[in-house]
């Protein structure tokens, strides 16, 4: 209370003439929210209003040495799987390890849980250089799908690690300490008890890693994405088209490329809308799974 009192006194020292007992300055400040709401509706709105006239069948099925897209849709889908089965699996682990396993108030969980923090803070372009030095050139994977994999992987690990903690932690100790008087093992405790009332957060979390990556052009920039490709990827170390880098270069380096960018907008907003539902989809099917209701 005192350091909200503490904030309101600074502003007032900020902006002397500012009343902040007024009834018209917290309408203006409520209608904020709407004005940036009404902001994103008509980008949407002219996002499909331009984008829906290019999708079509030739278009969406097409090869992308006839105009089409669909290396680069199929490109996509399999730079989303290899993430996914990735990182998730790695992120379970390590929200398994923090939460149930780590000693609690140590250094070592201190670093980990901070440096978790710092890596969900680079910004996507220093995570492609490092992609493109590490994996690329002193792995010598190449421009691959393997590098797209786990440079993509640096970017949904930790939200998948947060994600996962902050269920498990929210899961009672009562279910485990009920397993482990019945005599089963720690982990059986946590495997048959914690992680299924925890699975639809957790897919919730790995939902919203995949929709984090879903647009981004600078992490698979250096280290996944081609402009042309024959036929789609057989092996993970074939080169992808990626809608996002496919938008990039339409954008800035093809002619007339600005309609067909929007279409392909357009596709990325509706793969990440349904991304999105699934995840509402999941979490509601879990817990009714869970409650019985």
Excluded at 105 to 132: M, R, T, W
Excluded at 204 to 222: P, Q
Excluded at 273 to 293: C, D, N, P, W
């Amino acid at each position: 209370m005192n350091r909200n009192k503490e904030r309101v006194s600074s502003l007032k020292e900020m902006v002397p003439d500012l009343d902040l007992s007024s009834e018209d300055f917290w309408k203006i400040l409520s209608a904020i929210p709407l004005f940036i709401s009404i902001g994103v509706l008509c980008v949407i709105l002219a996002i499909l209003a331009r984008g829906i006239k290019v999708l079509s069948f030739e278009f969406l099925f097409g090869s992308v040495l006839q105009d089409g897209i669909f290396e680069a849709i199929v490109g996509t889908i399999f730079l989303f799987a290899g993430t996914i089965v990735i990182s998730l699996p790695l992120g379970l682990g390590a929200a398994i390890y923090l939460e149930k396993f780590a000693p609690k108030g140590s250094k070592i969980v201190y670093i980990i849980n901070q440096s978790i923090d710092n890596l969900a803070g680079v910004p996507s372009i220093v995570i492609g250089l490092f992609g493109l030095t590490f994996f690329s050139r002193l792995l010598k994977f190449g421009k691959s799908l393997l590098s797209g994999w786990l440079t993509l992987t640096l970017m949904a690990f930790p939200i998948i690690v947060k994600g996962t903690g902050e269920a498990i932690d929210s899961v009672p100790t009562s279910y485990e300490e009920a397993a482990l008087a019945l005599g089963a093992t720690k982990w059986e405790a946590i495997r048959d008890n914690t992680l299924p009332v925890a699975a639809p957060a957790i897919i919730t979390s790995a939902i919203l890693a995949l929709v984090r990556v879903a647009g981004e052009t600078a992490a698979i920039l250096f280290t996944a994405s081609v402009f042309l490709t024959r036929g789609i990827p057989t092996s993970p170390f074939d080169a992808v088209i990626s809608l996002t880098y496919w938008l990039y270069v339409h954008l800035t380096e093809v002619p007339g490329g600005m309609q067909q960018a929007f279409g392909v907008a357009l596709l990325l907003f509706i793969m990440v809308f349904i991304l999105e539902v699934l995840a509402l989809i999941v979490r509601t099917h879990y817990r009714k799974k869970m409650t019985g209701r």
